[in-house]
């Protein structure tokens, strides 16, 4: 598949990092949110083999915030999600899958709390912020929603707590997985999470103002030389392995958060309101007849532009391809996949067809690593 040049305009917006990745040789960009997200900058596996061994440094300001303040801002959030945010705590981040009125995804975001009347929902590929509108006006809640300026700096890999530390002092080891809290550098507060696209461990941090932002990821890369720090993104291949889901690659919004494997974010037994809720309860009660599974395919590479259908003998549909990648790890491609009920479990291989040619591929659990 070929990759075309992507044209800047004013409607894709760069970063206030965009020019230091340019300078670093980020090799592929994607757009997420509007906004120019990295790809690749070495090769997709040799940033995959750097990421699972030192530490990188990413510019993930593509991952933009919905601000929700106010005093109806708890309402209109708990609506939004169906997990159960009642006892919610200041300083904790939570994944909570965003629902419709007819049960199904909108988007996947972590929610971060930042005081009783104030959060930040830290959002995947899609336009919340226009979703969180109707719903406050739908229902005259007194709020106030914007996207802040807030461009993130990710910082991933198993070394990412020695070049943290260096950096921000011994206090940043005591920030648990999940929670965030802030920290100073020279003469600016930075709002960091325990978190990431990664599951390297890493952190977040929330930055709020450009230069302040631009002065970090210098200093970052100047202190990270005895670490091999470089320049990273999201990684394919770490991703699918690790089950990393993509809103819009692996579900989206004709998918039901069961069918995402989302159960332990499902709270229909509390007392809250939020959209769907009798939707997902006739859902939980009839059951799903399809569901996100893994998959590997007996091959060395794959080009993901649409979803692909996987056959059975017996040229039956066993469900469609969503992600996959070739993994250096396993030595074929792997996938993640929505299956039909009857294939769940099944160890009979399936077909798929890549570039004219017939391959054969097996169901399997998630995560793969």
Known sequence: MKNFPIAKSRRLRSTPYTERIENQGVSSYTVYNHMLLPASFESLEADYQHLKNYVQVWDVAAERQVEISGRDSAKLVQLMTCRDLSKSKIGKCYYAPLIDNDGLLVNDPIINKLAEDKWWLSIADSDVIFFAKGLAAGNNFEVEIKEPNVNILAVQGPLSNNLMTKLFGEQIKQLKFFNFNYFDFKESKYFIARSGWSKQGGFEIYVENDKAGQDLYDALFENGKEFNVKPGCPNLIER?????????????????????????????ESEVNFLGKDKLKKIN?????RKLRGVKIDHNSINMNCEKTLFDDNNKIVGYLRSAVYSPTFKKVVGIAMINKPYWNTKDPFKIEINEKIYVGTVCDLPFI
């Open 240 to 268: 699918i392995e690790g089950a990393l889901l993509s809103y819009g690659n692996d579900f989206d919004n004709k998918d039901n958060p069961f069918e995402a494997n989302f159960d332990n974010f499902i709270n229909l």
């Open 285 to 289: 009660q009839d059951g799903i007849k």
